[in-house]
């Protein structure tokens, strides 16, 4: 059953357990139930009975013995569910389908938006391979005592999107921001794939400066480095353009380490085109970019 399926059939009575879960995992790992009774607005008696309910659609998990020892929290699942409904409630997504593809830190859906067009639904995952080193390197959590799956994902999306709203309002070529709601990144869907899956690349020369070009424009206009750009992050559209993706962890260009970041940016394209016939120079490249 698809998320959009299920959250027809919950009663409001459980998303307003879901929601003040939600709400206290801000600061605990397991809710206690006298947080779940004061956010829910559920009278006392009654709580349980709808926490046994949501838990048996297994949209949250429960830890430790016995009644009043017990805390709950949302799963993925659950999670997934109140984003989804909530961008269904704002009508930016109608339905969701199949998925495009499954990474390190996000899973992408095909979905459809008003009008019948197709959307790309990124929910992030970040910590999915391990949470403890991906917390230590996000500068967004760094010194944070409690810091749960749930934030680090939201906060991961909430850049992403900001940073696509960003670059679409300049023109750079990346991919047309829709909605973001939690951990949800909705994006028009592109007809391509990445430039990586490519043994031959018409025009690779022509490519690569296009490419090269929106790195300038995101460092100069935008003030935004990606941080991670090589052939993994380049969709090669069908008709011949590039749509570069990926930007939860771009960074502002007077970052400590911006110039470290620029240059292995660049390395990685040049890379890339060179096993296509490109030679370029890289640190010539940067100066290009970085000058002013």
Not at 35 to 63: G, M, P, T
Not at 138 to 156: A, E, F, I, P, Q
Request: one cysteine or more.
């Amino acid at each position: 059953m698809s998320h959009f399926e299920l959250a027809t059939r919950l009663a409001k009575e459980e998303f307003r357990i879901l929601d003040a879960i939600e709400i206290s995992m801000r600061k605990f790992e397991w809710v206690p139930m006298k947080n779940i009774i004061f956010y829910s607005r559920i009278d006392a008696e009654r709580v349980q009975f709808w926490l046994d309910k949501v838990h048996k659609r297994d949209l949250i998990l429960r830890h430790g013995g016995g009644r009043k020892n017990e805390g709950y929290a949302l799963n993925s699942k659950g999670y997934d569910l109140l984003a989804t409904h909530a961008l269904a409630e704002e009508n930016v997504v109608v339905s969701i389908g199949n998925s495009l593809g499954v990474g390190k830190e996000s899973d992408v859906y095909q979905g459809i938006g008003p009008g019948n067009e197709f959307l790309a639904l990124k929910f992030h995952r970040i910590g999915r391979t391990s949470f403890r080193n991906i917390k230590s390197k996000r500068d967004y959590v760094v010194g944070k005592y409690h810091t749960s799956w749930l934030y680090m994902c939201r906060v991961s999306a909430m850049r992403e999107a900001d940073h696509l709203k960003r670059l679409n309002a300049i023109g750079v070529d990346v991919p047309l921001l829709k909605g973001n709601n939690r951990h949800v990144v909705v994006m028009k869907q592109y007809d391509g794939q990445e430039i990586q899956e490519f043994d031959v690349i018409d025009d690779p020369a022509g490519v690569f400066d296009n490419v090269i070009r929106n790195v300038k424009k995101c460092y100069r206009e935008a003030r935004l480095i990606h941080c991670d750009l090589c052939e993994y992050n380049i969709i090669y559209t069908r008709d011949k353009h590039v749509i570069i993706i990926d930007w939860p962890q771009a960074v502002p260009t007077d970052h400590p380490n911006a110039a470290f970041f620029v240059r292995r940016d660049v390395e990685n394209i040049c890379k890339f085109f060179e096993r296509h016939g490109v030679v370029a120079d890289p640190a010539a490249i940067v100066d290009e970019i970085t000058c002013t």
